[in-house]
Structures are given as C-alpha cells and as structure tokens.
C-alpha cells in the first residue's frame, strides 16, 4: 500500500482552532484502519475561515476539506478522504478553490504548500535560488536589482528599498548589520506571522541577500513578544539554515559571511519603530531615537544599518531569482510588485490575499471577503492599522495603490484591512486612536505623550455635549500639534484615523449625548 501524504497546519490560527488535535486524531484513525500516512505539518494557506484545512496529496493533486475538527475525522476516512473522496468538508483541488486561484502568490507562493522546516522543501520549490544568483553577483548589482524592481518598504512608510540599501552599501564601516523588523504590532495584521511560521527559509535567504549586497556579515530578526510560534520556528529555521551551510562563515561554500539570529521583544508596540528597535536590541528601553542620524549610517550599536519588514525582505529572493523585471510588471504606478493583504473584523471570509497594486479595497471585502460575518451593511474600512484611515462605502473603489490612499489621506501601511458593519459609533474608534496612543506612546516627546491624553478627554467633552464647538476647535490643534510635532509615526499618524471619522462620519460626534464615551 502506498504511503499518503497529509498536510495539516500548525499555524498559529490553524492551532487556536485545534489542528494539534485533528492532526492527532487522523494519525490514530489511520493506525486503526491499516492505512499508510505521512502527516505533513505546514503553515497556513490564509483561509483562516477554513481552519484547520487538511489537504491530501492525489493524483489529482492536493484535495482540501475544511473547517476539520476531530470529531469529523472518521467520516473523512470512510468517505475515502485519502483518495481525494466526496465529503460534506470538501473543497476540491487547492489551486481551484476561488480564494486561491484568483490571488498572485509571489512572496506567500510556498507557504501552506511545504514543510516550513524542510531545507529540501525549500528547495524543491525554487527556494535559495536568488541567494545563489547574489553570491555571482556584487553588492551593487544586487543593490541595482532591488532598486529596479521598484521594491519599497512593505512596513508602512513605502520608502524605496533599493535608495535604503545603496546608503548602506556606501556607507564606510568594519561591521554592518541587516535587522528585520518582525515586530507585527498593527491590530488586523498576521503576515509576517504567517510567512515565519509558514516559509521561514525565504526570510533567511532575504536577510542573506541584504547582508551580500550592502556588506554586513550579521543579521537579527526582532520578533513580538506574541509571536511564541513564530519565534520558535525561525530559531529552528536558523539553526537548520547555518548547519546546512546557508549561514555561517561560508554561505554556499562561497567564503562570504552572513550569520543571523531571532530575538524576541517585549510587547511594547512602539518598538516597530524602527529606531526604538534598534534601542531594544541594545539592551535598552525602547525609546524612539532622534533623527537624524539614519540608521542607514548610524544604526544597531551605532554601525550603519538596514532596516526592513519581513515582507519587504521575503521579496528579495523572488527578485534576484527571476529578475527586477519580472517583479516590477506587477502593480502600477510607483506602487510595483504585490502585498499581502491581511482581512480581518467584521468580514465573512477573513484571511490573506496577496494581490498586485491596483486593485480596490472593493475587490478585497466584498469578492474575497464577502461582506461583513454580521450580514449587515459595510459602515467603514481602516486601513493600515490602528493609525490608519476610516474609509467610507464611497471610497471603497480607491486602488490599493500607496499614491492613491495618499491622495485621500489614508495609507495602506502593513496591508492590514479592518471591516466594520453599519453598527459602529466612530466616534468612538476616534477616541480608541487617541487612547492607543497615550497607552503605547515611548513618551519621548510633548506633542505624543500629551497630546494623546488630551485628545480622548476633548473628544469625551464632545459626545458629552459639552461646548461641542468649542472642543471642535481644540481637536483640530490637537491634530495639527501631533502631526506636525511628534518625533515619530506613532503620534504623527494618530490624528490620521480620527480626522478621517470626523471628516466621513461627522454625525457620530454630533448625537443627543446619551451616556460619556469612556462608559
């Protein structure tokens, strides 16, 4: 009897919703039944509202069924799930199933697709293929490439990536350093969750390559505190990496050095920033930095620096393997390549969609996410994390594009998209912006640390109906204060979501007060 492959998650989301014990109960109901099995543990293919999603190599290819609980498993094999058999559970051939087949997988194309701590995987699916391209390549043709391609940060600012890199790479230094920033603070972000849990080897190929192109010999990878999985699986990743040869004192037996290893923050979330990162794998309390200096030139322990995204460095390896080309015809305009976009709140179908720039915020929630879990109309949308824009119903055609959000005051930032129905009081996700803020702000400077306090007490006053115009007036300082006044993106870009309530939803501040927001 042939040996049959079976593909269960261990993604975090695949885990909350008992995959462990799906996996565990299909091992046991196949040692009942005589039947030979090879569970494969992977990440998630990012439909999160199919989880656990078992797939079964055939001869077909790989057959999906899902949502799996355990309870589900006997039936699975006496429908005979193992040849790819009808069941109630299944969603056919993965490469057929709607969500996937109309998303462009560039960075995401092997994650729920491998073992992601199988180097052969790895390879097997096109994997070190770019990291050996770089090694005959020189730092500044690798540089150039990163530049062409149109690549720019995927963390938020969108600063090109290739300008970031020739600073490093010009920079004069004995030690440069690669960091990656896997600190995923953003409510309704879990990409680079996903891609470390999921295809941990392309972001070592990605820091890699940076390391080759701008000179560094040491990379770290800061990842949030929340992330138990994912920190767990890149310190495996690492050391399977640097056994095999792929880091250490010859990578690929090229007597070029890079070397890497994962740290783990402590759960404030403004060590995103990345200057307050570079302050907390110092040792030190993450305070944001002034600047300049860049930490282009003056970055971790003073030494010049790149600093990037987890996305942002996953695309390097798909850009040297296939050429800058190849990644630049996708997208449109300055926004080139393809982001993860990551639905989440009050949407029917939540989960990851990577897509090239240019489509709309409309294609992601209603086709992808199919309207709103409650059933109820779509209110409002925000963009880009807790800082992030509201966008109301008449914005929802905006391509999702950097120009274009920019053009309406919102940004796309880390991808993450946050669907609210028709029952949300803005006026009260403004007061959450402000509160937010007060609670995560370093306290560095005024305009953040105060100015954030006072916005949830004036924006208390108006519900309450105390001198509304007055308070009106009062926030609009506010706002301009905080993001023409603070150090960093953390209070710049907090007035963003609530100038954005009061400019699309202004009747929410404007109700008959009926009990204090902070109630």
């Known amino acids: 009897m042939n040996t049959v492959r079976v593909f269960v998650p261990r993604d975090a989301a695949a885990l909350s919703v008992s995959a462990d014990a799906v996996a565990r109960a299909i091992r046991d109901e196949a040692a009942r039944r005589g039947a030979e099995i090879e569970i494969t543990r992977t990440g998630s293919r990012g439909m999160l509202w199919l989880e656990p999603l078992v797939e079964v190599e055939t001869a077909q290819g790989r057959i999906a069924y899902g949502p799996v609980a355990f309870r589900d498993v006997a039936s699975l094999f006496d429908a005979g799930f193992l040849m790819g058999g009808a069941h109630a559970l299944s969603q056919g051939a993965v490469t057929d199933i709607d969500w996937m087949r109309r998303q462009t997988r560039v960075t995401f194309a092997r994650v729920g697709a491998i073992d992601p701590l199988s180097l052969d995987d790895y ?80 972001l070592i190929e990605g820091m890699a390559i940076a390391g080759l192109a701008v000179g560094a010999t ?26 095999a040869g792929v880091l250490g004192a010859s990578v690929l037996g090229s007597g070029r050095a890079f070397d890497m290893e994962a740290r783990l923050g402590a759960g404030a979330y403004i060590c995103g920033e990345e200057t307050s990162l570079l302050e907390s794998l110092e040792g030190k309390r993450g305070v944001v930095r002034a600047k300049p200096p860049l930490p282009a030139l003056e970055g971790l322990f003073g030494k010049p620096t790149i600093v990037n995204n987890v996305l942002s460095l996953a695309a390097v390896p798909s850009i040297l393997a296939d050429g800058p080309q190849a990644y630049a015809d996708y997208g449109l305009g300055r926004s080139r390549g393809t982001l993860p976009f990551q639905l989440g709140g009050n949407v029917k179908r939540g989960g990851l969609v990577e897509l090239a720039f240019g489509a709309t915020l409309r294609d992601l929630i209603e086709d ?51 669907v ?41 006053r108006i519900v309450a109906g105390v001198e509304r115009e007055k308070n009106f007036g009062v926030l609009d300082d506010l706002n301009q204060l905080m993001t023409d006044g603070s150090l960093c993106a953390m209070g710049g870009l907090t007035p963003m979501p609530v100038m954005s309530a009061l400019r699309h939803f202004p009747e929410d501040f404007r109700r008959a007060p009926q009990r204090a927001a902070a109630e």
């Not at 043709?141 to 990536?161: H, M, Q, Y």
């Not at 790479?169 to 470390?196: H, I, P």
């Not at 800061?222 to 056994?243: G, L, N, V, W």
């Not at 129905?421 to 007061?431: C, E, I, K, L, P």
């Open 420 to 460: 609210f129905d028709d029952s949300v009081d803005m006026a009260r996700q403004a007061r959450f912006a402000f509160e937010f803020c007060a609670k995560e702000s370093c306290g560095k400077c005024t305009p953040c640390r105060i100015g954030a306090v006072r916005g949830v007490e004036t924006i208390d």
């Open 123 to 202: 390879r097997a699916h096109g994997g070190l293929k770019g990291l050996e391209r770089a090694l005959a390549a020189s730092g500044a043709d690798i540089v150039e490439d990163v530049r062409a391609s149109g690549l720019r940060g995927r963390g938020g600012a969108g600063f090109p990536t290739g300008v970031k890199w020739k600073t490093v790479l010009d920079a004069q230094a004995a030690q440069k350093y690669v960091v990656c920033n896997a600190d995923e603070g953003d409510s309704g972000t879990f990409a680079d969750r996903m891609l470390m849990e999921g295809d941990p080897f392309l």
């Open 218 to 243: 040491k990379g770290f990878v800061y990842i949030r505190s929340e992330y138990p999985h994912a920190f767990r699986t890149m310190r495996a990743a690492i050391d399977i990496a640097r056994k």
């Open 368 to 418: 992808f996410g199919g309207g709103t879990r409650s059933g109820r109309p779509i209110r409002a949308v925000q963009v880009g994390g807790p800082l992030g824009a509201y966008l109301p119903a008449s914005q929802f055609d905006t391509p999702l594009d950097y120009e274009a959000f920019a053009a309406i005051g919102a940004m796309l930032g880390h991808g993450g998209i946050a």
